[in-house]
């Protein structure tokens, strides 16, 4: 699959999930967008869902979520049939920051410059001059989120409240 298309198909399966939990998602569209999916709450609340699509070993410079209402749902079409359903890994901001957090912090210990900014982006480097960017995001693994996997009790939890 095109990287395209996996974003697209993990929107859509994330969609499905949520309408199988009789929760109704609605898709965004365009290619700057910056949520993939809405949902509204009991009480009339937006909550935005992010979605991040992988078909390979990682999920690269992922740039995670910030702010409230927001959630992150990791989709690994990874070693899947076209008739399997992915796995799925969900974080609320709390997790990802906690997760970038302990991702910092190896990395300082093995002497690297790096820091979460006010957008809970990872920052990598310096930045060397007023034309050069540090590097942003981090590589994911599902192993290191492997405890987030199938959580879509949070979801329903933001939902509801």
């Not at 009789?22 to 999916?37: F, N, P, R, V, W």
């Not at 990802?96 to 006010?118: C, H, P, S, T, Y």
Request: hydrophobic letters at 40%; glycine letters at 10%.
């Amino acid at each position: 699959m095109r990287k395209q298309m996996v974003g697209l198909a993990a929107e859509f399966a994330v969609a499905s999930e949520l309408c199988r939990r009789d929760i109704y998602a609605q898709l965004t569209l365009g290619h700057q967008k910056q949520t993939d999916l809405l949902i509204f709450s009991e009480d009339g609340e937006l909550l935005r869902i992010e979605v991040k699509g992988k078909q390979g070993r990682e999920w690269p410079n992922c740039k995670g979520v910030c702010g409230s209402n927001v959630i992150l749902v990791f989709v690994d079409f990874a070693g899947k049939s076209e008739v399997e359903r992915p796995d799925f890994y969900i974080l609320t901001v709390g997790d990802w920051r906690d997760f970038a957090q302990g991702e910092i912090e190896k990395a300082r210990a093995k002497g690297k410059r790096v820091e979460l900014n006010e957008r809970n982006v990872a920052v990598w480097g310096e930045q060397v001059n007023a034309q050069a960017k540090p590097h942003e995001g981090i590589g994911i693994k599902p192993k290191q989120v492997q405890h987030h996997k199938e959580k879509w009790g949070k979801i329903i939890q933001a939902v509801s409240e």
